[in-house]
């Protein structure tokens, strides 16, 4: 089968996105970091990702990796404005310890000594990304050099994430919101795309849940391809869909929260499928979560049980009109479903620095070619099951 056109992938992007603001120009949404717990919080350090996009591929569309992102024009530049609702910390330098240029999400990161460009702080809160090359640098070349990015059936290619406060943190949260500005200029100092999003400050933190690529040296977790009833994760060349999660920050300085990463551990997710040959009834309260359901194993017996573990988040399903035979769950090893592992258990010295809990899922694709996008969201009060959704996060699986 073909796979679905770009059109089809867009129009299933906006109709996921249509309920959430959007940013303007080239800046699609603004997102907590990926490696943090609290990032986002008043008053705490921030880190947050700026998600870009395209008018032929606006929001999630654009990390397809059949698009290619922006690169760096010759002699120009690109600037990465931090405006109104952060607070300068003037000891920390805006240099490469503070912005990483990343392609795709989970991200690849494209560091500036490997890549060929400089950062550099102007006057005010201004991020400066230069190529050394007077060519510039091409989206086509910006490739990651991570060693898994070699393995990606597609490659991604082109800026399509700036992470800020990637090392250094070199701002504070203040008021309720706050704007960042995106600008690539040319070499006559003329600005050539532009775009500007806003962040809303948590007032307390929540847990969280983030796309990670760290279990398998940073291949491309998102927006493979399968054909009908095969399964990521089962399927040889394909990866389980996997997740880094933190606890909530409770009873945590607002000072201190970018040091707090404690991971969720002994989590997984049982599909609607397998909560009905269990007999379990969900709650009016977690209706929205018709894939399936995030469950903590409380009893600690190395199973999830809906009546006896307890319920942290669930699953919503976007899927082709007419799919069925869709399914995400826990990936499982001789029968045994592998559960949420801290990350310094798994990876010592990274998961020293990054904290987190590690949870990898299966998914099988459904009958319909097309896009499927399980929404995977944590309560944002775990101990409320009439609690909204805080943090979540959507991966994109092409059936073909």
């Known amino acids: 089968m073909s796979k679905p056109s770009l059109l089809v992938r867009i129009a299933v992007a906006l109709s996921l996105t249509a309920s959430t603001a959007m940013a303007d120009g080239i800046v699609a949404k603004i997102v907590s970091s990926p490696l943090a717990a609290a990032s986002t919080v008043q008053g705490a350090r921030l880190g947050i990702n700026v998600y870009l996009q395209n008018k032929a591929a606006p929001g999630v569309a654009f990390m397809d990796p059949d698009v290619i992102g922006y690169g760096i024009p010759a002699g120009g530049r690109i600037e990465v404005e931090l405006g109104g609702g952060f607070k300068r910390d003037p000891a920390i330098a805006l240099n490469a310890t503070g912005i990483m240029l990343v392609t795709g999400a989970p991200q690849q990161g494209l560091p500036s000594k490997k890549l060929g460009y400089t950062v550099r702080e102007a006057s005010g809160n201004i991020f400066v990304i230069e190529p050394n090359a007077p060519t510039g640098i091409r989206a086509q070349d910006m490739m990651s050099p991570t060693p898994g990015a070699s393995d990606d059936p597609i490659r991604q290619r082109g800026i399509k994430v700036f992470h800020i406060g990637f090392r250094a943190r070199a701002f504070i949260n203040t008021g309720k919101r706050g704007t960042v500005e995106v600008r690539i ?118 199973r999830l049980d809906p009546n006896a573990d307890k319920i942290i988040g669930g699953v919503l399903d976007h899927a082709p009109p007419g799919a ?21 258990n798994i990876m010592p010295k990274i998961g020293s620095r990054i904290g987190g809990g590690v949870m990898v899922l299966q998914f099988t694709g459904g009958d319909k070619p097309g896009l499927y996008q399980p929404t995977l969201a944590l309560l944002k009060d775990p101990d409320d099951l009439n609690s909204p959704d805080g943090s979540s996060y959507t991966y994109t699986i092409v059936v073909e």
Do not use: C
């Open 185 to 302: 200029v040319d070499a006559n100092g003329k600005i050539i795309a532009h775009g500007r999003g806003e962040i809303a400050f948590l007032e307390n933190p929540i847990p969280q849940i983030h796309p990670t690529n760290l279990m398998d040296n940073r291949r491309n977790h998102n927006w493979q391809r399968i054909a009908p009833g095969e399964t990521l994760g089962k399927k040889p060349g394909t990866l389980p869909i996997s997740l880094l999660m933190f606890e909530r920050a409770i009873g945590v300085p607002a000072q201190h929260l970018n040091k707090f990463n404690l991971g969720i551990r002994g989590a997984g997710v049982l599909s609607s499928r397998q909560l009905t040959t269990r007999g379990y009834t969900q709650p009016k309260s977690l209706a929205r979560y018709t894939a399936g359901l995030i469950l903590m194993d409380t009893n600690r017996d190395g």
């Open 324 to 344: 069925a035979g869709h399914e995400i769950r826990t990936l499982e090893f001789e029968g045994q479903p592998i559960l949420s592992e801290l990350l310094s």
